[in-house]
């Protein structure tokens, strides 16, 4: 490695880009490219970052493979700041095994911690967590470990833990000191007042507010039977019963719980299922057929009785029945959550998390953006979304690859 390489790689992992620039902008040869990407994407500019990291990869020779993988993992970084879940990120676990193999050890963990974070992005949070414990924190770069305290608050937040999740944002917060770093410190600071904000509304006979993850956490271990809008669930303590692929019964659940203790009159029950303004008799016979399915499948937790009006909702137990919805609810309030993080986000990556079409996300980001709710970035296949509210293109891009060069 020559000084002036050297002495880039130093100022990138120091959070210098601007000098590391001064040594290697007039290269064009492999490591100076690796390098010169690096520096792009921690200015922001992302598509320039891929295209220098990438040029980088060609210009390696066939036996420099770890170089190679070095350059992947570097633009899977980029590619998930770019809130890109595509093909660049599948190539994550090939370049942690060569990585590995090579003995490079601190860049292998790199790898699995950014597959970590793209495991937390789409919400498989058991290979997430998996992840984070498959390699030894203690040789990583700080900037690294400060990402993995976040990757771990993410993981309790989503799993409404909220004393874990106050642990390792703590965590976060002194590495980050430590660091002083200012993009990692916005980081943390992001994912702090992320997690401060409202989580969720609680509805019940007597009371209607805003819960934080505390809060919805001691919801949750209440004993009380909740129909959880937010994950189309009902639950009362661990039996957790599962509506996501029945919008049908859980608007005809949710419509008896906001009734609740009183019956829900068959035609509210007909107008909010099905959308009929004025019930026939075979409305009346697919309501009573969609009622006697939900009866069954929430046999365990609850019971629900014909009125002369219309249907109750009766708990197996002596419990109140409370509504656990979104903070605002709207139509696309799983977008609106997604974007609440203040990343861009690409259409591919929104249908993705949520498991919806790229048409219907399409769709959704149009209107969004015609209510002045999201903002398109950029243009074509490079259009990124971002909630309004959010100001610039903040990036989270930390890359430790220091060790690109020869």
């Not at 020779?61 to 570097?74: D, H, L, N």
């Not at 899977?76 to 942690?96: C, I, M, N």
């Not at 365990?300 to 002596?318: E, H, M, Q, S, Y």
């Not at 296949?381 to 060069?405: D, E, H, K, N």
Request: hydrophobic share 45%; glycine share 6%.
């Amino acid at each position: 490695m020559d000084s002036l390489i050297n002495s880039a790689a130093r100022a990138l992992s120091g959070g210098d880009p601007l000098a590391a620039l001064n040594r290697v902008a007039l290269r064009n040869d492999p490591p100076a490219l690796a390098l010169r990407g690096i520096a792009m994407a921690q200015l922001g500019d992302l598509e320039r970052a891929r295209t220098l990291l990438r040029a980088a990869v060609r210009a390696f020779g066939p036996t420099e493979s770890v170089y190679r993988a070095r350059c992947v993992v570097a633009e899977a970084e980029v590619a998930l700041v770019s809130r890109d879940l595509g093909k660049t990120l599948d190539e994550l676990p090939g370049a942690r095994a060569v990585l590995e193999a090579a003995g490079d050890l601190a860049n292998g963990a790199h790898a699995a911690y950014l597959d970590a974070r793209r495991h937390l992005l789409t919400g498989h949070l058991d290979h997430a967590e998996a992840l984070l414990s498959s390699f030894d924190r203690s040789g990583l770069p700080l900037t690294t470990r400060v990402g993995c305290n976040l990757v771990e608050a993410g993981i309790a937040i989503r799993r409404v833990r909220a004393r874990p999740a106050h642990s390792a944002l703590e965590q976060a917060r002194r590495g980050a000191r430590k660091a002083a770093i200012p993009a990692l410190a916005a980081e943390v600071e992001a994912t702090a007042k992320s997690l401060q904000a409202p989580k969720a509304r609680i509805l019940t006979q007597c009371d209607d507010r805003l819960a934080s993850l505390a809060d919805v956490e001691a919801l949750f271990s209440s004993g009380a039977l909740i129909v959880d809008v937010c994950r189309n669930v009902l639950r009362a303590g661990p039996t957790v019963i599962s509506m996501t692929n029945r919008p049908v019964l859980f608007s005809a659940l949710r419509t008896l719980a906001e009734a609740w203790p009183t019956d829900a009159a068959r035609e509210v029950l007909l107008k909010q299922i099905f959308g009929a303004r004025q019930a026939d008799e075979s409305h009346r016979v697919r309501l009573r057929v969609e009622v006697a399915r939900l009866r069954k499948l929430i046999v365990p937790l609850a019971d629900i009785r014909a009125t002369k009006a219309g249907f109750v909702l009766r708990p197996r137990t002596n419990v109140d029945i409370v509504l656990l919805l979104p903070p605002t609810e709207s139509e696309h309030g799983a977008f609106l959550a997604l974007l609440a993080d203040g990343e861009a986000w690409s259409s591919s990556a929104l249908a993705e998390a949520t498991g919806m079409s790229a048409r219907t996300v399409q769709r959704a980001m149009k209107l969004l953006a015609g209510e002045g709710a999201v903002e398109p970035i950029g243009q074509g296949r490079s259009r990124r979304w971002m909630a309004t509210p959010v100001p610039g293109f903040p990036t989270s891009l930390l890359l430790p690859v220091a060790g690109i060069p020869r």
